[in-house]
Nanobody, 115 residues
Framework: VQLVESGGGLVQPGGSLRLACAAS????????MNWYRQAPGKGRDWVAG????????YYADSVKGRFTISRDNAKNTVYLGMNSLKSEDTAAYYC?????????WGQGTQVTVSS
C-alpha cells in the first residue's frame, strides 16, 4: 500500500488546514486509517483514527474537538480537518494503516503554526 499525504503548510494560530492522504494498492475500504504526527526532536504520536467504513472515529485528547478525521472510500482518501490550530500542533503529519500484513506509512506533510 502506498500512502501520499498533502495539504500541509504554514498557518497562523487559530487557523485551519485540511490534510489528505491518498492510498493506492490493496483494498482501501477494508482497513482502518490513522493519522500520526512528529514534532521536531520528539517521538511520533498518534492523532486520530477511523474505522474501515468510517462509522467510528477516535482522537487523542490533545486534538479532540478541534480535529476531524474522515474518509472517502470511493476516492481511496482519508482526511484530517484541523481547526483552531495552535503552535503546539506544529509537526510533520503522517497517515498510517496496517494492511497486507505490514505497517504502511506515508512520507509526511509538514504543518507549521506560527504568526
Amino acid at each position: 500500500v502506498q500512502l501520499v499525504e498533502s495539504g500541509g503548510g504554514l498557518v497562523q494560530p487559530g487557523g485551519s488546514l485540511r490534510l489528505a492522504c491518498a492510498a493506492s494498492g490493496g483494498t482501501f475500504s477494508t482497513y482502518a486509517m490513522n493519522w500520526y504526527r512528529q514534532a521536531p526532536g520528539k517521538g511520533r504520536d498518534w492523532v486520530a483514527g477511523i474505522s474501515s467504513a468510517g462509522d467510528n472515529t477516535y482522537y487523542a485528547d490533545s486534538v479532540k474537538g478541534r480535529f476531524t478525521i474522515s474518509r472517502d472510500n470511493a476516492k481511496n482518501t482519508v482526511y484530517l480537518g484541523m481547526n483552531s490550530l495552535k503552535s503546539e500542533d506544529t509537526a510533520a503529519y503522517y497517515c498510517y494503516c496496517y494492511a497486507m500484513g505490514r505497517s504502511n506509512w506515508g512520507q509526511g506533510t509538514q504543518v507549521t503554526v506560527s504568526s
